[in-house]
Nanobody
Framework: QVQLVESGGGLVQAGGSLRLSCAAS????????MGWFRQTPGRVREFAAS????????YSGDFLKGRFTISRDNAKNTVYLQMNSLKPEDTAVYYC???????????WGQGTQVTVSS
């Protein structure tokens, strides 16, 4: 049974940093895509960032300003999202997702709340 356990969310002041982690268990995902999405109340879940098995990273337009960095540790079956210079509009529930291959996300985490105060 595959499980994704997210951690690292919380309350931070604007300008601060957080590092989200998502540890997968039940099988290895070293050959698949890993990523992060986020969702605010009343809005659809939106793509944030992904990293392929070869290490290639993709970010949504909102993340291209260099504030967030996605990384992975295949030995730990874990994906990270380093978030710097946080803004109140980054407040959301952040979900990790992983895929068996690079083609799609097959499993989702339960979400972790990130709240940025002004």
């Amino acid at each position: 049974q595959v499980q994704l356990v997210e951690s690292g969310g919380g309350l931070v002041q604007a300008g601060g940093s957080l590092r989200l982690s998502c540890a997968a268990s039940g099988r290895t995902f070293s050959s698949g895509v890993m990523g992060w999405f986020r969702q605010t109340p009343g809005r659809v879940r939106e793509f944030a960032a992904s990293i392929l098995s070869n290490g290639r990273r993709t970010y949504s337009g909102d993340f291209l300003k260099g504030r967030f960095t996605i990384s992975r540790d295949n030995a730990k079956n874990t994906v990270y999202l380093q978030m710097n210079s946080l803004k109140p509009e980054d407040t959301a529930v952040y979900y990790c997702a992983v895929g068996v291959t690079d083609s799609s996300f097959d499993y989702w985490g339960q979400g972790t709340q990130v709240t940025v105060s002004s």
